[in-house]
Every structure is written in structure tokens, then in C-alpha cells.
């Protein structure tokens, strides 16, 4: 009985899927509201029209002329995208002292490192936040094709923390100064 149940649901999601991937023949339905939330308007959104191949009407071959149309929506995620960010600085001379000046390099968040602000603060979100150990996220960054060692993104989270240690102790001194504490 219940093989049978769960062959006609495999029969109807089956049916379905090829119903909506031919072309529409016939008198349009009332269609059913749907009960799910609409996604959030601050989303880009990319148009794809898909269009019946012929203007013809296939039974009596007269001209066909638009009366509505269906539109839906999915929800759809691009991979994070990684990208290098290349400081050229040309180095000039004089030709009469020899002597060459270039401009200073631009200051890193972690001296020597190679992770922007923008990298810096998707380690420790996905760390601290979203609970992704840090093997976990490199393993993630060599799915992208960027080698990045545990010990590497160890280091980053403690010069990240450097830095941050002057907003942890002014949040410290308001939080211990105050008669209540809440915090959930």
C-alpha cells in the first residue's frame, strides 16, 4: 500500500515535469495564491524570458498575440568569489644624485600578510559567527583553487583580534560600569 502511494507520487512530480517543460496549450486556470513570502525587493534580479518557439497557433495556424504571462521566481546563489588585488609602485631615479624614490607602500592589516580587510572579516565572521573551524575554511578556500593553511588563517585571526583589542576593552569599560547586565 505504501509502494503503491509513493510510486503515484514519483508518477505526479514526473507528469508535472514534463507538463512544465512544454509549452502551454490550451485555456489558462485560475491559479492558486501562494502562501510562501515573497523574496526580500533589495535582491538583484536577472530576467530570463523563455518564449514559445512558433507565432502560429498550432491548430488553426492563425497569428498568435500575448494575453498575460507567468512570472516566478527562484532564489539563487553565486560562490564567493576570490580575487587578487595586485599594488604596483614604480620605483624612479635621478640621474644626476642616483638617487630613487617610490612611493610608500599602501599600510596592511597584518604586516607581511596577504589578506585584505574584506578576507579578514569573512574569516572571523565565518569563524565566530557561522561556527566554520578553521580547518573547515581551508578546506573551502582550496575548493576555490587558494591554498590557505590552518596555521595561516590562525595567524590572521590573532592579528585580527590586535586590532579589535581596543573596541573590546571600551565595550568592557561601558558593559562593567553599568549597575545591569543582560544578555541572552
Known amino acids: 500500500m505504501l509502494l503503491?502511494?509513493?510510486?503515484?507520487?514519483?508518477?505526479?512530480?514526473?507528469?508535472?515535469?514534463?507538463?512544465?517543460?512544454?509549452?502551454?496549450?490550451?485555456k489558462p486556470s485560475a491559479e492558486r495564491p501562494s502562501h510562501r513570502k515573497p523574496l526580500p525587493d533589495h535582491l538583484p534580479r536577472e530576467d530570463v524570458l523563455v518564449d514559445v518557439d512558433d507565432m502560429t497557433c498550432a491548430c488553426c495556424g492563425g497569428a498568435l498575440h500575448a494575453i498575460g504571462e507567468s512570472v516566478s521566481e527562484m532564489l539563487d546563489w553565486i560562490p564567493t568569489q576570490l580575487?587578487?588585488?595586485?599594488?604596483?609602485?614604480?620605483?624612479?631615479?635621478?640621474?644626476?644624485?642616483?638617487?630613487?624614490?617610490?612611493?610608500?607602500?599602501?599600510?596592511?592589516?597584518?604586516?607581511?600578510?596577504?589578506?585584505?580587510?574584506?578576507?579578514?572579516?569573512?574569516?572571523?565572521?565565518?569563524?565566530?559567527?557561522?561556527?566554520?573551524?578553521?580547518y573547515r575554511q581551508s578546506q573551502i578556500f582550496a575548493r576555490n583553487g587558494v591554498e590557505l593553511p590552518r596555521s595561516t588563517l590562525a595567524g590572521w585571526v590573532g592579528g585580527a583580534c590586535w586590532w579589535l583589542e581596543a573596541l573590546h576593552e571600551r565595550l568592557a569599560k561601558n558593559i562593567f560600569a553599568s549597575h545591569h547586565l543582560f544578555c541572552r
Do not use: N
Open 4 to 26: 503503491d502511494s509513493a510510486r503515484a507520487g514519483r508518477a505526479r512530480r514526473r507528469i508535472a515535469r514534463i507538463q512544465e517543460s512544454r509549452p502551454f496549450v490550451g
Open 83 to 134: 580575487r587578487v588585488i595586485r599594488t604596483t609602485r614604480p620605483k624612479y631615479a635621478c640621474r644626476t644624485c642616483e638617487t630613487v624614490v617610490q612611493a610608500p607602500a599602501p599600510e596592511r592589516p597584518i604586516a607581511g600578510g596577504l589578506a585584505t580587510p574584506a578576507l579578514l572579516a569573512q574569516v572571523l565572521v565565518s569563524k565566530y559567527c557561522d561556527h566554520t573551524p578553521l
